[in-house]
């Protein structure tokens, strides 16, 4: 069947009554962690995660990745309205987003940033409609040995980009690791860091570990910061920009929507980073780069659009090889496993109604956020109206029942406050927890890869640099581990002078 | 301990911990048996990255030892942070002991209240009409499991 065929068939699944519920319920709940600021994509996935083991694996990971792209769209919210990112990706759109808005065009700016989200974000379906299937067959070539060496590749692009010192990245990742190997040995059944205990036998909850690390940590963090400043609301005639704020955005739009697909694609690259590469490649185009900084159309247009198009092409590693190549996949990814499906290059032979439902259903969600996002953003303005002290406690007891639900083990509430508090303690500190959460996810195929090759040779290593995959992998690493080498002895060199 | 400390001293006593848990995540992993190159054992791989753990660990000290900058004043943890972490805690404790509905309105009237400096009666209100609504969400309508204590099952 052709990918139209497949497409469309995605469309009837989405389509129907109940998964275009989940779709809506996902992108509402995802625009509203979106808005509240220390609230994020990763933290309103963790908290509904629980859900989906309920659901069939189609609907939950429509209704998973609702919340991840809504996230995008509620974070630009807060960022014009009050001068707050409400999720990390959006620190861009604070710039020249709050500028306009403190200038009286907080309703344009709205607009021209939902619209923004809604082109950028559809040109990365398509993207991930047309990449996705061709890289997935390339993909089914790949053995044990190259398996191994494609998750320290992917852990080492992580490390690559990831925020904060290197050294503490990478202590992050082999912590992660070695969380990731506690509980029964899948090949030889030997307890592994259990001391006695059978509930640890499937090893520590992700769930608990995701909701604790990222949720509860942000919150903690967001109760130590506190919310002073009053929203800014702009009414619905406001909304409609003008023709020069129009002309102006388009440009930047489709700028962004380029920039965002490439580096979403690249795994471990953030949204982050897009964001500020499309704010900075409009500034240097522009006529007047003394207006960015100010409410300039195009420091707001470029980078949200950056932004939402990133989110649809980052989900290209975790489809076509099974990486979660940023936290919020990895989410998805759990969740998948949680159905017995493993993301991958099989993932769109064994189960194409996942792969072309989740790309149908985002067709649509990206229309129902432009509806959320324009005539009903004075419900999310209430909302970001709410006081912390009734938000904080409540957003707490849906972690602790979301964790409970899972598998109903008092112990996993246990690993969910460790996590909390330990996370809150290492972002206090500069640690990158991100890296962290990815490596307890990959570290299981890592060492069934490596194990697996090292069988199959009989402890001969060099099936780590044979065939053409391993070889592809081992160049990748080696270049990024000499940039990372070049561009730090070029930063030691620069400061010595 | 201290309730202060500097990004610099942070950093050392982080990085130490963090190699201490390598080095005993080590000596566990080494007994969980290694095999060979040709039959990888269930402790190899455990027993590999908690050697990385230690040398990574020992490299955040390092560079907080040799760090210049840093050495302001800084807290563990923030005041309400730390109050929050608590009345989490008891929350983890009593959520399957006590259920979620009782656990659940002491913890949100508590924090409430404390947090928003508001009178225990609409602390009270908030607590209650969560739960109930938490309960109608979950335990009805979703048919999540949720604990209701033993003195709902007694």
């Known amino acids: 069947m052709s990918s139209l065929g497949h497409l469309l068939d995605g469309f009837v699944t989405a389509l129907s009554l109940k998964n275009l519920f989940l779709c809506f319920v996902g992108c509402l709940w995802g625009t509203a962690v979106g808005v509240l600021p220390g609230l994020g994509p990763m933290a309103g996935m963790a908290l509904l995660l629980p859900l989906t083991f309920s659901l069939d694996p189609t609907g939950g990971i429509i209704m998973l990745a609702g919340i991840f792209y809504g996230a995008m769209y509620g974070g630009s919210t807060t960022s014009i309205l009050l001068g707050i990112p409400g999720e990390a990706a959006s620190i861009v759109t604070c710039i020249d987003g709050h500028k306009m808005a403190k200038k009286g065009r907080a309703g344009a700016a709205l607009t021209i940033a939902a619209v923004g989200s809604f082109v950028g974000g559809s040109v990365s379906i398509v993207g991930l409609m047309l990449f996705a299937p061709n890289l997935a067959e390339l993909m089914l070539t790949v053995g044990p040995g190259a398996e191994a060496v494609l998750m320290a590749t992917a852990l080492l692009v992580v490390a690559a980009v990831s925020n904060g010192p290197p050294v503490k990245t990478f202590t992050m990742i082999v912590l992660g690791l070695a969380i990731g190997t506690v509980g029964l040995d899948g090949q030889t059944a030997a307890q592994r860091f259990m001391f006695g205990h059978l509930e640890l036998a499937d090893g520590l909850s992700f769930v608990a570990l995701a909701i604790g690390l990222f949720g509860l940590s942000e919150l903690m963090n967001s109760l130590g910061e506190g919310i002073n400043e009053r929203p800014i609301t702009p009414t619905l005639r406001e909304l409609v920009p003008t023709r020069r704020e129009a002309a102006e955005a388009v440009g930047p739009t489709l700028r962004g929507s380029g920039i965002g697909f490439v580096f979403g694609a690249i795994p471990g690259v953030s949204h982050i980073v897009s964001t500020f590469v499309s704010y900075a490649v409009e500034k240097k185009l522009s006529k007047h780069p003394e207006q960015f900084g100010e409410g300039a159309v195009a420091g707001l247009a470029g980078p949200e659009t950056a932004n939402n198009a990133t989110t649809g092409s980052s989900l290209i590693p975790l489809l076509v090889l099974g990486i979660p190549a940023i936290p919020s996949t990895a989410i998805l990814l759990s969740a998948l496993q949680n159905h017995g499906v493993q993301p991958g290059p099989l993932l769109l032979v064994e189960h194409p109604e996942i792969f072309w439902g989740l790309i149908a259903s985002m067709y649509i969600g990206n229309l129902i956020l432009v509806f959320l996002n324009l005539p009903m953003v004075g419900l999310f303005v209430r909302l970001l109206r709410a006081p912390m002290y009734i938000l904080a406690p409540l957003v707490v007891l849906v972690c602790a029942i979301g964790v409970y639900s899972v598998r109903a083990e008092p112990l996993d509430l246990a690993v969910m406050v460790v996590a909390g508090a330990v996370g809150y303690l290492l972002r206090r500190f500069g640690y990158d927890v991100a890296p962290l959460l990815l490596a307890v996810v990959l570290g299981d195929r890592m060492e069934t890869g490596l194990r697996t090759a090292l069988n199959i040779s009989a402890g001969d290593y060099m099936i780590f640099f044979k065939g053409p995959a391993s070889q592809t992998f081992i160049a990748l690493f080696v270049i990024i581990v000499l940039v990372r080498i070049v561009t730090g002895l070029l930063r030691i060199g620069r400061s010595g002078k | ?154």
């Open chain 2, 1 to 154: 301990m201290s309730t202060h400390t500097t990004q610099r001293t942070g950093d050392a006593v982080i990085g130490l911990a963090l190699a201490a848990l390598g080095v005993w995540g080590t000596w566990v992993a080494k007994g969980t048996g290694l095999g060979t190159a040709a039959e990888p054992g269930a402790g190899m791989f455990p027993m590999a990255v908690c050697v990385l753990l230690t040398i990574g660990g020992l490299g955040c000290a390092w560079r907080a030892w040799r760090q210049t900058s840093g050495t302001e004043g800084k807290r563990w943890i923030d005041g309400t942070a730390l109050f929050a972490l608590v009345q989490i805690v008891m929350l983890a404790v009593l959520f399957v002991p006590l259920g979620m509905p009782l656990a659940g309105f002491m913890f949100v009237c508590g924090m409430t209240r404390t947090l928003g400096d508001v009178s225990w009666r609409r602390a009270a209100t908030i607590g209650f009409v969560s739960v109930l609504a938490f309960w109608l969400l979950f335990d009805v309508l979703l048919s999540v499991q949720l604990p209701y204590g033993w003195w709902v099952s007694a």
